[in-house]
């Protein structure tokens, strides 16, 4: 019995591995099991679509998200926290090219996804909140322009120059800025 689940964990690796090596938005089964060396039913076996493989591609990224969010809900400066929150999940989005879709997907594969993807929208949402009755933000702001918002800045660092990520950050939230 040991033999099948260290066959199993090699395959994992094998699998996970070879789906590194493609880009996330592209990333196909069939090719993931070719460059593995393994059949397509065992690639379905570990990961019946794309997004169960993206999600456990981005699975220690997600875990870094929550670990973010933790901290930053706990952060007393409000405006610290929210910018801390919105740079860090920048950063990672621009690391992890799976993240975004496993942020925003409403399906998760995996509970173990679901409930960081839960933990973390909830904890922003209080930061979100704090911000919003502090005047550091407008009122009518939500959660899910703000992930637009970062989504679009990360693709506008992705087609651009890196170095611009500050400065795109920067005029974001100048234009979340409360109206007088």
């Known amino acids: 019995m040991r033999q099948i689940r260290a066959d199993a964990v090699r395959s994992r690796t094998r699998i996970l591995d070879a789906a590194r090596a493609q880009q996330?938005?592209?990333?196909?089964?069939?090719?993931?099991?070719?460059?593995?060396?393994?059949?397509?039913?065992?690639?379905?076996?570990?990961f019946p679509t794309v997004h169960a493989l993206v999600e456990a591609l981005s699975a220690e990224t997600l875990e870094r998200m929550l670990t973010i969010a933790r901290s930053e809900s706990q952060r007393a400066d409000t405006e610290a926290a929210f910018i801390g929150f919105l740079d860090g999940a920048l950063e990672l989005q621009l690391q992890d090219g799976g993240l975004q879709a496993v942020?925003?997907?409403?399906?998760?594969?995996?509970?173990?996804?679901?409930?960081?993807?839960?933990?973390?929208?909830?904890?922003?949402?209080?930061v979100l909140q704090r911000?919003?009755?502090?005047?550091?933000?407008?009122?009518?702001?939500?959660?899910?322009?703000?992930?637009?918002l970062i989504c679009g800045i990360?693709?506008?660092?992705?087609?651009?120059?890196?170095?611009?990520?500050q400065m795109f950050l920067e005029i974001l939230l100048a234009g979340i800025r409360p109206t007088v």
């Open 103 to 126: 942020l925003l997907s409403p399906d998760d594969e995996d509970q173990g996804v679901r409930a960081m993807k839960q933990e973390i929208f909830a904890a922003f949402e209080g």
């Open 131 to 148: 911000a919003r009755h502090e005047r550091i933000v407008r009122a009518d702001l939500s959660i899910t322009q703000l992930e637009h």
């Open 24 to 46: 996330s938005a592209t990333l196909s089964l069939n090719v993931v099991a070719k460059d593995a060396g393994l059949g397509v039913g065992t690639v379905y076996r570990h």
């Open 154 to 165: 990360e693709h506008a660092v992705r087609i651009g120059e890196p170095g611009d990520r």
